[in-house]
């Protein structure tokens, strides 16, 4: 892990962006913050709290809100890891919600279906719809041409 300490909001979850595997987020989107209290929250207290004075860490702090109101080290790490969580999950929705559909048909039987040629999953009415482009019609077994493009926000 690296040694920099972050001094804005931005920068700090770049860090954790680059350090942290995608596995690890996704356990920080799952878990309550508490459970990170003793492993990656004591990383930040020992790395980006601690190694800097008072005014640096209010300084910081201030990034994530106006008026911080806890300067204690385990209220940062909690204040820096809540919002990376909040961050993570906004990321993962509109990664989900900005996917672009594509409506694809069988010229021969005339069967539709709405898929992302990337591959991304689209979260629709609260739910993960997965979208794959089809090979062939499943109704008649022709090939599905693309015909249009179709942009859905929940």
């Not at 989900?96 to 689209?122: I, Q, S």
């Amino acid at each position: 892990m690296n040694n920099i300490i972050p001094k804005k909001k931005k920068e700090c979850f770049a860090l954790l962006d680059e350090m942290l595997s995608e596995e690890d987020k996704r356990a920080i989107i799952e878990k309550d913050v508490f459970e990170l209290h003793f492993t990656l929250g004591l990383w930040i207290r020992n790395n980006w709290i601690y190694p800097q004075s008072e005014e640096e860490t209010e300084d910081l702090l201030k990034t994530f809100s106006k008026e911080p109101q806890f300067y204690h080290p385990d209220d940062c790490s909690t204040t820096i890891l809540e919002a990376y969580r909040k961050y993570l999950k906004r990321k993962i929705k509109n990664k989900r919600l900005m996917a672009t559909l594509f409506e694809y048909k069988c010229k021969k039987c005339g069967y539709t279906v709405l898929a992302n040629p990337k591959g991304h999953d689209v979260l629709m009415s609260g739910e993960i719809i997965k979208t794959p482009v089809p090979d062939k019609c499943p109704e008649c077994g022709e090939e599905m041409k693309k015909t249009g493009k179709v942009m859905m926000v929940d």
